[in-house]
């Protein structure tokens, strides 16, 4: 393994445009549950029930209640050493851009910038009528929250299953994807599309693609290199001085 976090950190060192994609994993050392693993959120919920646009227009009460507890579990916890080590790798000399699924919003706190939330943002709520998105950090906010300019019904500022992603998010992602030299592959079962195909646009773009997983993935047959550990112990070598 460390001649190729070695390997990697050369490769870190020479590259132009830096592109990291990560996914529930790289939360899962804060303890913030995954959605597939051990314990995951889809292995004790029901995703029809709790993440789909159906689910909400069916019982908005239960979908704020889930969303209500994820929020004040997220509140509670903290970054960990792979969301600061990626911060850091944003300092370095390559352009680099991260693209997450997750909706926690531990990146920004880390400090990383340049990151894009296809999957939405926890703490933001969006109208159901007009449209209006504002960032509500109270972790429990009701379970029928209203909107202040017209009272209309307000929804998690999330993509739900069956939801087309933002297309601005979505085309940027995959400009970034396929133009980069080095991708970073970091905690995602890679299974939910369409970001589970922006490795393949990275790997069809000539990038050399690093995974960072515990587990082997669906992956495994397209990455350069499969790095097997936790991303909080992987991470910060690949940046240390
Ligand atoms: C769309 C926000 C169309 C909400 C989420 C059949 C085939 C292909 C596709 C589909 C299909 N049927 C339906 C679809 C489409 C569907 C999809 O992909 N389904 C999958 C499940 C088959 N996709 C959609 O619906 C998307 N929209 O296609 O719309 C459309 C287009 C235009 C116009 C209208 C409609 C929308 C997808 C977004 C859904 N929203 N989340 C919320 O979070 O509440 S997805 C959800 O899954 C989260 O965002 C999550 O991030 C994402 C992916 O999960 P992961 O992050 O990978 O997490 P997971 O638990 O799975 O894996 C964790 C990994 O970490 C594991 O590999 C584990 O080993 C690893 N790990 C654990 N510990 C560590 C670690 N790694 C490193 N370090 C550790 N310590
Ligand atoms: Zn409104």
Same mark, same amino acid.
């Given at each position: 393994?460390?001649?190729?976090?070695?390997?990697?950190?050369?490769?870190?060192?020479?590259?132009?445009?830096v592109v990291v994609l990560t996914g529930a994993g790289v939360s899962a050392e804060s303890g913030i549950p995954t959605?597939?693993?051990?314990?995951?959120?889809?292995r004790n919920h029901?995703?029809?029930?709790?993440?789909?646009?159906?689910?909400?227009?069916? *019982?908005?009460?239960?979908?704020?209640?889930?969303? *209500?507890?994820?929020?004040m579990v997220i509140s509670k916890v903290d970054c960990n050493p792979a969301h600061r080590a990626l911060a850091a790798m944003e300092k370095g000399p390559a352009d680099f851009a991260l693209i997450t699924q997750n909706i926690d919003g531990l990146h920004f706190r880390a400090g990383s910038r340049n990151v894009?939330?296809?999957?939405? *943002?926890?703490?933001?709520?969006?109208?159901?009528?007009?449209?209006? $998105?504002h960032l509500e950090q109270e972790p429990d906010f009701g379970t029928a929250p209203a909107c202040r300019k017209c009272g209309?019904?307000?929804?998690?500022? $999330? $993509?739900?299953?069956?939801?087309?992603?933002?297309?601005?998010?979505?085309?940027?992602a995959y400009r970034l994807s396929a133009s980069c030299d080095l991708m970073f592959v970091i905690g995602t079962s890679a299974v939910v599309q369409p970001a589970a195909?922006?490795?393949?646009?990275?790997?069809?773009?000539?990038?050399?693609?690093?995974?960072i997983n515990p587990e082997r993935t669906p992956l495994a047959g397209a990455v350069d290199l499969a790095l097997a550990g936790k991303a909080g112990e992987i991470v910060p070598q690949l940046v240390r001085p």
């Amino acid at each position: 393994m460390q001649a190729d976090i070695d390997a990697v950190r050369e490769r870190l060192r020479d590259a132009k445009r830096v592109v990291v994609l990560t996914g529930a994993g790289v939360s899962a050392e804060s303890g913030i549950p995954t959605f597939r693993g051990e314990g995951g959120l889809w292995r004790n919920h029901r995703v029809t029930d709790l993440a789909t646009p159906e689910a909400f227009a069916r *019982n908005p009460a239960l979908v704020w209640e889930f969303y *209500n507890w994820r929020r004040m579990v997220i509140s509670k916890v903290d970054c960990n050493p792979a969301h600061r080590a990626l911060a850091a790798m944003e300092k370095g000399p390559a352009d680099f851009a991260l693209i997450t699924q997750n909706i926690d919003g531990l990146h920004f706190r880390a400090g990383s910038r340049n990151v894009l939330e296809i999957h939405g *943002n926890i703490w933001k709520v969006r109208c159901t009528y007009c449209g209006d $998105v504002h960032l509500e950090q109270e972790p429990d906010f009701g379970t029928a929250p209203a909107c202040r300019k017209c009272g209309a019904p307000l929804r998690p500022h $999330v $993509v739900w299953f069956g939801e087309g992603l933002d297309p601005r998010l979505l085309d940027t992602a995959y400009r970034l994807s396929a133009s980069c030299d080095l991708m970073f592959v970091i905690g995602t079962s890679a299974v939910v599309q369409p970001a589970a195909s922006f490795p393949f646009a990275a790997k069809s773009a000539g990038a050399f693609v690093v995974e960072i997983n515990p587990e082997r993935t669906p992956l495994a047959g397209a990455v350069d290199l499969a790095l097997a550990g936790k991303a909080g112990e992987i991470v910060p070598q690949l940046v240390r001085p």
